[in-house]
Every structure is written in structure tokens, then in C-alpha cells.
């Protein structure tokens, strides 16, 4: 066979395509402050496909099997444009940016994409998609750093490959087969059966916001959840008096959501992990990140930092075993009662005399059909949340409805922290059942 075996996570996203119809992306927005020489910006592009195979990589069909494998070198298809621009978008403009997140399948994966717009000389925005086969959200933190590491050390087009002595990185299709030879290990009977034990997890009842004709097509869309810097600042601290991550409170605010509008029945939320369990792999170029399902219901006694508690307990418990996780086999139809929960910790960086900024992020690896997704750019920036939500099964105003609804849940638990979670203040009823949702945010298309 010419070629090599895809990993655990890139055989979910063929999975998925089957039954969805759709390729998976990620990207992020960049900001950069500094000024930037163009033509190096083009070549260190091309330095970095030729050092990471993974970014040049095929995924041909060989007669017999039933899934593709991986070619390096298979093709080339990145696309590089620069445009002078007279305002950058940041934030919830930026991140429009990345949607829609999925492609029709075609014979080949859409290709790796990079858009750098430049305002003057000293402001830029690179906006980056690709391929989820290809990396996830980490993954293109890394690649940026290495594209500016390799602009640096190049002082032109001519000037030949940029520090010829750099070690070589560790090349995608070996991960790949190294985690599969962790996956197949029959001496490591450990994981399997800590999944085995696990395997009765609760599946999501249908959301009572779905639309009644549900579509086929995976149709991703982004509904900002803007909360005040007075609510993000008695997060933070609610979190650090409890000795807890923001993260965990916010995993615990959006399954006490999600089990009231379940009214109550067990539930699980796929919340993403970065997979990279090993300190080598921290800079690896390659698809690691993957969703595993948390059981999220909410007890109506215990207060939010109990149950944040308890969910980091259990995240840590699954995340020992991560590697060992085989999920179902999707169904169509089956993404409609999918819930998910990720968080992004994006600090700024440095890289020489350039600042650089993740104004944006997003890596969608499963089709739910809501996620929450926070992007946590360090104490002295806004916190962005988001829902990305399926439009094929629910509508703009119920997504808007929820992201209400959830920006409520934290303003009132930031007053009343201590109170049991049936005295907080989360959904508001109507005769109906459904929600209204006052000043709606606009949803992106």
C-alpha cells in the first residue's frame, strides 16, 4: 500500500463526511503589530509547506478499503493573497471570518488557505483556514509560529532554505501511526475497559428547539454571546476563590443550562480536549484535538462550583484514557442531539520584534448542534464566547435565544454565587415552553 494509515481523529472526520456531507475546517485570525516585508511573508509560506509534510498531504482511495490513506506529497493547493485594507476586523468580525466551517466533499480536501490583510505597515490581520485532516486550533498556534520563526530567519526570496540547522519536526504520518499502535496495544487493556465502563453514557435528549424538519447538511453558523467586563471580572474571581479554572466554570453554567432545557434528563457534552498528552507533542503540526463525552446533568441542590467541581474531576479522569476513546459510529440524522463544550486559551505571543494576537479561533470536529465555544485570551482581554450553532436544525432566533439565556445564567450566578442551582435564574418559560430572546445578536451567515 502506497501510503500511510489516517489516525484515530482524521478516521472520525471520514466518518462524519459520509454521513454528513461536508468537510470539517479550522481556522484562526491572527493579529500581528509590526511591520511585515511581503515577498518574505510569500517565502516563508513556502518554507513551511516543504517542512511539514502534513500540509501538503493527499488523502487518495486505494481499491479495497474502506476509508482513504495519507499521501504526503500528494498535492500542493495553498492559496496566499495579501490585500492593503483601511480597517482590520477584530473580534466578533474576525471571527465571522472562519465560517462558514465546512465544504461539500469534493475529490479532494478544500485547500489550505491564508488571507493577510495589511492596514499601513505595522498592522496586519492573517487569516487562516484549512482542512481539520490536516490540524486542529493548536496546531495552527504552532504553524504561525513557525511561519514567523522562518520569515526571521530568511532575509529574502533568494536567500535559500531559513535555518538550514533547525531540527526537523516530527512528521504527521508517524504520529499518526503511533497512535494507532497505542489504540491496537492488547497490553494496555486499561483504557479500553475504563471506555467499557463508560459506555452507558447518557445521550443527549433532543433539544425542544429543533426545527421540525431538520436538514441533512451540517450548516454551522456563529451566534456571539457577549457578556459585560463586569460579569467576565466576577467570573474570573468566583473561579480563583473557588481554587477552580474559568473553564470549569464555565463547562458547569453551560450543563446547568443544557439540563434545564432537558428538564432534567441525564445528559452528556462532548467537550474537546487537545489530546497532545505528551509534552513533545505541545508543538506538533497535526490533528490531536478531539471531543469526549462528559456526563453534565445538573443536580437542582448543588450550587455552580460544586458542580464545576465535580466535571473537573470527571475531565480529569477521562482525560488519563483520552487516547483510547472510540466513538460511535454516526447515523444520519444523529448530530441533532449533540451538545458540545470547548475552550481555547490563547495568551499573546512574541515572536522577534512582532506581537501577535489570536483574534479569533475555531476547529469544528464534530457537527453539533449547539457548542459553546469560549476563547479566553489572557486576564487583560475580553473573554469571547460564542454559540456555533447547526442551522439545519435550529433556527436564528432560538440560537439567539439561547445565547441570551446563557449570558443571563452567568450575570445571576456572579451575584448569587452560593445558591443552589434551582434558586439561580437560568431559562424564562413562557406559556409555550419556548424562549424569547430581547436584542437578539446578529447571527453570522
Known amino acids: 500500500m502506497s501510503g500511510f494509515r489516517l489516525s484515530p481523529q482524521q478516521r472520525r472526520l ?9 468537510r470539517l475546517t479550522a481556522g484562526a485570525a491572527f493579529r500581528i503589530t509590526g511591520e511585515l ?4 511573508f510569500r517565502h516563508a509560506v513556502a518554507l513551511l509547506l516543504e517542512r511539514f509534510e502534513i500540509l501538503t498531504t493527499g488523502f487518495p482511495r486505494v481499491p479495497g478499503l474502506a476509508l482513504p490513506v495519507q499521501r504526503p506529497g500528494e498535492r500542493v493547493d495553498a492559496e496566499v493573497a495579501c490585500a492593503a485594507v483601511d480597517s482590520l476586523a477584530q473580534g466578533e468580525r474576525a471571527w465571522r471570518r472562519l465560517f462558514p466551517a465546512s465544504e461539500p466533499v469534493a475529490d479532494a480536501p478544500p485547500p489550505v488557505r491564508l488571507l493577510l490583510e495589511s492596514r499601513g505597515e505595522r498592522e496586519h490581520l492573517l487569516v487562516w483556514t484549512q482542512p481539520a485532516l490536516l490540524g486542529d486550533a493548536a496546531s495552527l498556534g504552532n504553524q504561525v509560529d513557525e511561519l514567523l520563526r522562518l520569515y526571521r530567519s530568511t532575509d529574502s526570496p533568494g536567500s535559500g532554505d531559513a535555518d538550514p540547522g533547525a531540527e526537523p519536526p516530527l512528521q504527521y504520518a508517524d504520529l499518526a501511526e503511533w497512535l494507532n499502535e497505542v489504540v491496537e496495544d492488547e497490553a494496555a487493556a486499561e483504557g479500553p475497559a475504563f471506555w467499557e465502563a463508560r459506555s452507558g453514557a447518557a445521550t443527549p435528549p433532543p433539544f425542544p428547539l429543533l426545527r421540525a424538519d431538520v436538514g441533512e447538511r451540517f450548516e454551522p453558523r456563529l451566534c456571539p454571546l457577549p457578556l459585560t ?10 473561579a480563583t476563590d473557588l481554587g477552580l479554572e474559568l473553564e470549569a466554570l464555565l463547562h458547569a453554567a453551560w450543563a446547568a443550562l443544557l439540563t434545564r432545557y432537558a428538564d432534567g434528563a441525564p445528559l452528556s457534552v462532548d467537550t474537546l480536549f487537545d489530546g497532545r498528552s505528551y509534552e513533545s507533542l505541545d508543538d506538533a503540526v497535526r490533528l490531536f484535538a478531539h471531543y469526549l463525552p462528559i456526563r453534565c446533568q445538573a443536580s437542582d441542590a448543588e450550587t455552580i462550583g460544586e458542580l464545576a467541581a465535580r466535571l473537573t474531576e470527571e475531565c480529569a479522569a477521562q482525560a488519563e484514557w483520552q487516547e483510547y476513546f472510540v466513538p460511535a459510529r454516526p447515523e444520519a440524522g444523529g448530530r441533532a442531539t449533540a451538545y458540545g463544550f470547548s475552550y481555547f486559551d490563547l495568551p499573546p505571543r512574541a515572536s522577534g520584534d512582532l506581537r501577535v494576537e489570536v483574534e479569533a479561533t475555531q476547529a469544528l470536529l464534530e457537527p453539533h448542534v449547539l457548542e459553546l465555544v469560549c476563547l479566553d485570551r489572557g486576564a487583560d482581554a475580553q473573554l469571547r464566547l460564542g454559540l456555533v450553532f447547526d442551522h439545519a436544525a435550529l433556527a436564528e432566533r432560538d440560537a439567539a435565544a439561547v445565547a441570551s439565556a446563557f449570558a443571563a445564567l452567568c450575570d445571576d450566578l456572579t451575584r448569587h454565587p452560593a445558591r443552589p442551582l434551582d434558586e439561580l435564574s437560568l431559562v424564562a418559560d413562557d406559556a409555550d415552553g419556548a424562549l424569547e430572546a430581547p436584542e437578539a445578536p446578529e447571527v453570522a451567515a
Open 14 to 22: 471520514f466518518e462524519l463526511s459520509a454521513v454528513g456531507g461536508e
Open 229 to 238: 467586563a463586569d460579569t467576565q471580572a466576577a467570573l474570573r474571581r468566583h
Open 37 to 40: 516585508d511581503l515577498d518574505r
